[in-house]
């Protein structure tokens, strides 16, 4: 799965891939660190077990190639053929051996890298439709199968951990969900959230009156965004520090 044969010639999306590859071997050693037998616990994501996650990634490689293939041809097609296939096909895929949903895995992953790899440079900038019936370039599906696989690597529950993360990963995480809020801030009445890393270096203005300041380290700050837990992570001068709001 190395980035040295991809087709295109970009090198922030050269480092986009290998980020994203990265984090599918980060996965994929989470899971196959599991015993057969805990495939059946409990996951960090409410109401679903490992096996729900592991069907989610494996599928979520499936449905993120269908775009890939989308912007190569021009024919559409779609992550999914309605908003009900996704949480049926997980739920299918939650029934299979553990060696199947293993395979699964890794082989829709594979499928996934190989056209990322043969995609060429001018058709990266294609318009596709994401699940949430967002366009954007194909070049978006990196990123999103980045989030899914680092992610959800922790939320298997088993070690993984956002301290493991590349610092580049941490910080474009605390960005996406800064403009996530920023963005949905009037239409949800969310106050401003501002970051202060304590282990990155200080760039951050004197904040205004109203201003929910967060600080602790990059890591503990995204996985407290992110709905991870809070642990390291506290309001500056003092108070509650709020629960955060949705990300995605």
Excluded at 32 to 41: C, K, V
Excluded at 129 to 155: F, I, K
Excluded at 216 to 233: D, E
Aim: hydrophobic share 45%; glycine share 6%.
């Amino acid at each position: 799965m190395g980035a040295r044969t991809d087709r295109t010639s970009d090198p922030a999306l050269q480092r986009a891939l290998l980020l994203a590859r990265h984090g599918q071997a980060y996965f994929a050693r989470t899971v196959h660190r599991l015993s057969d037998e805990e495939f059946d616990a409990p996951s960090l994501l409410p109401g679903w077990n490992r096996r729900h996650v592991i069907a989610h990634v494996g599928l979520n490689a499936r449905a993120l190639t269908r775009l890939i293939e989308w912007a190569d041809t021009g024919v559409e097609t779609p992550m999914y053929s309605s908003p009900g296939q996704r949480a049926e096909e997980i739920d299918l895929a939650a029934t299979l051996a553990p060696q199947a949903l293993r395979n699964l895995c890794d082989h829709a992953a594979i499928h996934l890298s190989v056209e990322w790899r043969d995609l060429p440079d001018e058709r990266w900038s294609n318009l596709v439709r994401t699940a949430q019936g967002r366009t954007v370039p194909a070049s978006e599906t990196v990123w999103m199968r980045t989030r899914e696989v680092w992610m959800h690597a922790v939320d298997l529950a088993s070690g993984a951990a956002f301290a493991d993360f590349p610092p580049e990963l941490v910080d474009a995480l605390l960005a996406d969900v800064r403009a996530s809020w920023a963005r949905r801030a009037a239409t949800e009445e969310l106050p401003e959230f501002v970051f202060e890393p304590t282990d990155r270096l200080s760039t951050t203005a004197e904040p205004h009156p109203g201003v929910v300041v967060v600080s602790g380290p990059a890591a503990a700050l995204a996985s407290w965004a992110t709905g991870r837990g809070g642990a390291g992570v506290e309001r500056a001068g003092g108070g509650t520090l709020p629960a955060p709001p949705r990300w995605l």
